[in-house]
């Protein structure tokens, strides 16, 4: 069973930063897509960004030009540096790897990937 481990979630204004990472000991990023997701309660999960094996960064239209997502291969930890943050990017996060192509260009609904982590809250007050 792999294990991923989110960090780096806090309370911040608007327009302030944050920097998520997901240690993934299990995880070989040359072999497996990699992602973020979040859900808010009783909203619909939202996917933000994932890397394919490789591939490039995608983003969502709603993080696009703020979030960046990276990876540290000897570190087997993936990373989400979110700039300019809003109260809309409120809720709960999550990093994800898939083996079976879940990962999807042209939708942003979650999928049940093969493994994720427990979520780390980011709360953006206005």
């Known amino acids: 069973e792999l294990q991923l481990v989110e960090s780096g979630g806090g309370a911040v204004q608007a327009g302030g930063s944050l920097r998520l990472s997901c240690v993934a000991p299990g995880v070989t990023f040359e072999q497996a897509d990699v992602g973020w997701y979040r859900q808010v309660p009783g909203n619909a999960c939202e996917l933000i960004s994932f890397?394919?094996?490789?591939?490039?960064?995608v983003y969502s239209d709603a993080v696009k030009g703020r979030f960046i997502i990276s990876l540290d291969n000897d570190k087997k930890t993936l990373y989400l540096q979110m700039n300019n943050l809003k109260p809309e990017d409120t809720a709960v996060y999550y990093c994800a790897t898939d083996f079976e192509d879940r990962f999807d260009y042209n939708d942003f609904t979650c999928a049940e990937y093969n493994y994720r982590g427990q979520g780390t809250q980011v709360t953006v007050s206005s």
């Open positions: 890397v394919k094996i490789g591939g490039t960064d």
